[in-house]
């Protein structure tokens, strides 16, 4: 059983940063896709940013140039450096992976953490 856990979500004013990691658990083989998705109230989950076993990165446009995504091979864990934050970034964040476990890949989901900036 693979299980995502999330933190560092919180309450930060306009302009600060916050960091948020997700740590993988369980049978892993390896990962071969990470990310990091973000969902406000009455909106669709969008793409933030995404990390690959190669270390080929993308970003939404939203977020380009405040927003570093990085993983930690070692530790099953890839984290999201969130910097100029701004109230549109409030949202719920999950994590996401695609993990190679004993029976196949599977596509794996982080608990969400909330998100709270504030003006």
């Known amino acids: 059983q693979v299980q995502l856990v999330e933190s560092g979500g919180g309450l930060v004013q306009a302009g600060g940063s916050l960091r948020l990691s997700c740590a993988a658990s369980?049978?892993?083989?390896?990962?071969?896709?990470m990310g990091w998705y973000r969902q406000a109230p009455g909106k669709q989950r969008e793409l933030v940013a995404l990390i690959t076993g190669e270390d080929n990165t993308n970003y939404a446009d939203s977020v380009k140039g405040r927003f570093t995504i990085s993983r930690d091979n070692a530790k099953n864990t890839v984290y999201l450096q969130m910097n100029s934050l701004k109230p549109e970034d409030t949202a719920v964040y999950y994590c996401?992976?695609?993990?190679?476990?004993?029976?196949?890949?599977?596509?794996?989901w982080g608990q969400g953490t909330q998100v709270t900036v504030s003006s």
């Open positions: 996401n992976m695609v993990v190679v476990t004993t029976n196949k890949a599977i596509d794996k």
């Open positions: 369980g049978i892993i083989f390896s990962i071969t896709f």
